[in-house]
């Protein structure tokens, strides 16, 4: 899948009190459903004092992206009351690769399932807009080892195409590199050749 997909522009939380209940939404982007998942957990760990914290994410799942995972749990709220409209958002948007989780905080005075419906929409909304919505393209890793002689080739292609990377220098040059999907056949094959094919790539 190398189309462009909606996702959120980065982290982000908003907060609000509906008759004594506190609502905390949570959203972020993410790569994977491991990172998705991962996020829920620490979520739920950092606020285990909460009341419910109910998770919701769409991810592009498999080597091509061709699957798009959903999950989402009401956390013991009544059946279809909260995870069910939190996912509900994601889709209505369009967002694909973000993860959402919604504190609660009870209150005291039960919502309904009516109320608790349009609390958890809400939080999700509000986090996404202050998160706000970019185009992103779907991106891979890869990673490239290589001896020191070759390691200021390399670093100089990444930098060139602007490319987000991480290096790691030890007996050998490991980088770490994030690249769009439609690109990255072409940057194996130019650092195979700008390194006349010394470089290890994975």
């Given at each position: ?5 909606r996702t959120?522009a980065g ?5 609000f009190?509906v008759?004594?209940?506190?609502f905390?939404?949570?959203v ?7 990172a998705?998942e991962a996020?829920?957990?620490r979520v739920?760990?950092e606020?285990?004092?909460a009341?419910?914290?109910?998770p919701a994410y ?29 996912l ?13 989780v919604v ?6 005075t039960?919502?309904?399932?009516g109320?608790l419906?349009?609390?958890?929409s809400?939080?999700?909304?509000e986090a996404?807009?202050?998160a706000?919505v970019?185009?992103e393209?779907?991106h ?11 390691s200021?080739t390399v670093r ?5 195409e602007?490319?987000?990377f991480d290096?790691?220098y ?5 980088f770490?590199v994030r690249?769009?999907?439609?690109e990255a056949e072409?940057l194996?094959?130019?650092i195979k ?8 790539i994975?």
């Amino acid at each position: 899948m190398t189309d462009p997909y909606r996702t959120v522009a980065g982290n982000a939380t908003a907060g609000f009190v509906v008759r004594g209940s506190e609502f905390v939404g949570r959203v972020r982007p993410v790569d994977s459903v491991e990172a998705a998942e991962a996020f829920v957990e620490r979520v739920r760990e950092e606020y285990a004092d909460a009341t419910h914290n109910v998770p919701a994410y769409r991810v592009r799942a498999g080597t091509d992206g061709e699957l798009l995972r959903e999950y989402a749990t009401d956390d013991g709220e009544p059946t279809g009351s909260a995870g069910k409209p939190a996912l509900n958002v994601l889709q209505g948007r369009e967002l694909e690769n973000v993860a959402v989780v919604v504190t609660r905080y009870y209150g005291g005075t039960n919502l309904g399932v009516g109320g608790l419906v349009r609390a958890y929409s809400r939080a999700v909304k509000e986090a996404v807009n202050a998160a706000g919505v970019v185009e992103e393209r779907p991106h891979e890793r890869f990673a490239i080892d290589v001896a020191y002689d070759d390691s200021g080739t390399v670093r100089g292609i990444l930098e060139s195409e602007d490319l987000e990377f991480d290096a790691e220098y030890e007996q050998r040059v490991s980088f770490s590199v994030r690249v769009p999907v439609d690109e990255a056949e072409a940057l194996r094959d130019r650092i195979k050749s700008a390194t006349s094919g010394r470089a290890a790539i994975e």
